[in-house]
């Protein structure tokens, strides 16, 4: 089952006096690389919120953002005047009035603009009541997160299963010129030998070996079979349920390196032209696959 890498979810959830917000959002990425952001006073939980995650997104850049909205009695911190900044302020204007001369003037609005002169005391929390809430909301806003994944990667499966469609008709035209191909190459392959020759007598024999290697060599019948293959693979493993993205990338670097051959030994300008299609559908796939977990 293809899942996208490429999604959003939301999920709001009452739990005692607060109403706790969750978003995901999600984005192409080679490994599984999880940002989660949550209120400060409860960074305990981290750990086990990504094993959460983590079990239910394999691969991707996630990034969680997790909220509380309370009832508007509770201050989210405590304001705190830092005592010893305030006198090393208060002793350093003390030395430029005795050695400068320099009477400096300060109020305690002006002070108070300082940096760090006041300090924000997170409060203190009961981290496992509110525990059970993060976890419940989390796994809402996975859901919703799914949804939207397993949507976008209905619509993926979709568009491959019609390229793969599109590339065996592409396979089955070569399989037909085939033939044709090598016997015009042998035919041109003769031309050329009489012509070089002249009035000189052909060996026939010789000739017919020529032939015979040459059609060796354009046979391309190895590679038909095993993109045939491939693309059979790649089918079925469209209808597993597990992370697809790498095993359909490594599958379709295969596809491409037997179409690559197939144009190299078959060298006749209607295959070639068949092949270009060709490897623009498997551009079109490869440019999908890179949205797939």
């Known amino acids: 089952m293809v899942k996208s890498m490429t999604a959003y979810g939301r999920a709001e959830h ?8 969750a978003e995901i959002r999600s984005v192409n990425h080679r490994y599984r690389d999880i940002i989660l952001r949550i209120p400060r006073n409860y960074q305990p939980l981290e750990d086990e919120l990504k094993r959460l995650i983590a079990d239910r997104v394999r691969r991707g850049r996630i990034e969680v953002s997790l909220q509380i909205e309370g009832n508007g009695d509770v201050s989210p911190s405590e304001l705190q005047l830092n005592g010893p900044l305030v006198k090393s302020y208060l002793k350093i204007f003390k030395q430029l009035n005795e050695e400068f001369g320099i009477d400096v003037r300060i109020s305690g609005e002006l002070l108070c603009q300082f940096k760090d002169i006041i300090v924000a005391k997170p409060e203190t929390v009961d981290i496992e009541k509110l525990k059970p809430g993060f976890l419940e909301v989390l796994r809402k806003a996975l859901d919703s997160y799914d949804f ?4 976008e990667g209905e619509a993926l ?3 491959f299963r019609e390229r793969l469609r599109t590339i065996r008709t592409y396979a089955a035209e070569i399989e037909e010129r085939a033939p044709e191909a090598v016997d015009r190459r042998a035919a041109k392959l003769k031309e050329r030998i009489v012509s070089m020759v002249g009035d000189l007598s052909v060996d026939d024999a010789r000739l017919a070996q020529e032939v015979a290697i040459l ?13 045939k293959s491939h693309c059979n693979q790649f089918e079925e493993f469209l209808s597993k349920d597990d992370a697809l993205g790498r095993r359909l990338d490594f599958l379709l670097q295969e596809i491409n390196r037997e179409v690559n051959t197939l144009s190299v030994k078959a060298s006749d300008a209607s295959i070639s032209s068949t092949v270009v299609e060709m490897k623009a559908e498997l551009e079109k796939l490869r440019e999908q696959i890179q949205n797939v977990e």
């Open 157 to 159: 499966e979709a568009d």
């Open 148 to 151: 939207m994944r397993f949507r």
């Open 215 to 227: 059609a060796e060599k354009a046979d391309i019948t190895e590679e038909l079979v095993r993109l």
């Open 14 to 21: 009452n739990f005692e006096d607060v109403v706790l917000l």
